[in-house]
């Protein structure tokens, strides 16, 4: 691996695997920077990090704002660009504070830093983004 390279920890990998999970359950083709976020959200909840809303929540916030598709999904979801320009976005942030890996709170921080979830999904949580960057980025030593 060369120091340009970037890995996700195994907990980021399965926030992008569970963002593809939330999409089938929705039947939503499209993955979103809301359903990424969401994902991420809820793998922080479960880790015990403080401060996040609670899983009906933010599963509320999601329907709220990408919608339920009607019909069961026969074939597979795909990242959307919004979604891939997020990823991007947390790519360069890891890279810009040194790290060599994306983790699920730096890929969380890097979604609401982005400007590509809508505002309906910060709203619909009930947490503006500032309170959630908060959360996501607890103050350092």
């Known amino acids: 691996m060369t120091s340009d390279e ?3 920890t195994p907990d980021a990998a399965r926030a992008l695997r569970d963002a593809q999970a939330l999409c089938y359950r929705a039947s939503c083709v499209i993955i979103t920077p809301e359903h990424l976020l ?3 959200l809820l793998q922080l909840q479960a880790a ?5 809303p609670d899983p009906s929540t933010i599963q509320h ?13 026969d074939r597979d979801v795909v990242f959307g660009s919004a979604a891939r ?5 947390a790519a360069a942030a890891a890279r810009a504070a040194g790290l060599s890996s994306i983790t ?5 921080a890097a979604l609401v830093e982005s400007g590509e979830c809508s505002p309906m999904f910060f709203a619909s949580l009930g947490m503006p983004r500032t309170a959630l960057l908060e959360v996501l980025r607890p103050a350092g030593p």
Do not use: K, N, Q, S
């Open 38 to 40: 969401a994902a991420c």
């Open 104 to 108: 699920t709170r730096t890929l969380a």
């Open 61 to 73: 916030a999601l329907a709220a704002t990408v919608g339920l598709g009607e019909d069961p999904l």
């Open 48 to 52: 015990g990090i403080a401060g996040l």
């Open 6 to 8: 970037l890995t996700l």
């Open 85 to 89: 320009e997020a990823i991007a976005r």
